[in-house]
């Protein structure tokens, strides 16, 4: 079945520290890929997202995401943690003939601690 | 409206009855979906408009729950006879089309937490 998974659903680092949150996906042929932020008590917005054109996307607030077809993955990173980034994220998919329909992961609730 | 609007907020219901949850996607989006959230579920499709027709309903749960949209607009989702297991946020998003720039570009509302006692 197409699926998306995430990696841990709590990630918790400190103010400063690398945000490594990790996607994989689940079909031979690549989809479009994306990454959402749902912060407290707010819809989910959009992060990025990847559609086969540089495979190094950049987003906002600082985050990117790279995709690498070899591991199937799609893992979202920044470099230096924020405490206004903790929120849950959450990775996702379109699978060709898919309606532009998304298939979310699980979520990855990230905390930032000082 | 500047956004995705949704309606109730919040809804507690009782066991068996029946409840309807309401969105109002952004002016001019053809596109219209709804997911349910539940506590460490992540976000379950549930259906998807195209205009007033709905060519994906599969993830639907039951035959309790139903959907339309109407004048390519405001959708109603609908569920009858409520369980407890319906407990969940119930988000509504939006999108301009379904291909091109606007692909995966869902406008999420903040959803209608629905809690069946």
């Known amino acids: 079945a197409q699926s998306v998974t995430q990696l841990g659903s709590h990630v918790s680092v400190s103010e400063g520290a690398l945000v490594l949150l990790r996607c994989n996906y689940s079909?031979?042929?690549?989809?479009?890929l994306f990454w959402y932020v749902q912060y407290p008590n707010q819809g989910l917005q959009l992060l990025l997202k990847y559609t086969s054109a540089a495979t190094l996307v950049k987003g906002i607030n600082g985050f990117e995401a790279e995709f690498k077809k070899s591991e199937t993955s799609f893992h979202l990173t920044k470099p230096s943690a924020h405490m206004s980034d903790a929120a849950e994220y959450f990775c996702a998919v379109i699978y060709p003939g898919g309606y532009n329909k998304l298939i979310f992961g699980a979520g990855t609730r990230l905390a930032v601690h000082p | 409206g500047a956004g995705v609007s949704q309606s109730p907020s919040n809804k507690v219901t009782e066991k068996g009855k029946d409840v309807e949850l309401r969105c109002d996607p952004i002016?001019?989006?053809?596109?219209l979906y709804w997911y349910r959230q539940s506590l460490g579920q992540g976000l379950e499709f549930l259906i998807y408009?195209?205009?007033?027709?709905?060519?994906?309903k599969s993830g639907l749960p039951s035959d309790r729950f139903s959907a339309e949209r109407t004048g390519g607009s405001v959708s109603t989702l609908t569920i009858q006879r409520t369980q407890q297991e319906d407990s969940a946020v119930y988000l509504c998003a939006s999108s301009p089309g379904t291909g091109g720039l606007s692909t995966g570009e869902l406008f999420f509302g903040e959803g209608s937490r629905l809690t069946v006692l």
């Open positions: 408009f195209q205009g007033n027709s709905a060519p994906d």
């Open positions: 002016s001019g989006h053809t596109a």
């Open positions: 079909s031979s042929v690549p989809p479009y």
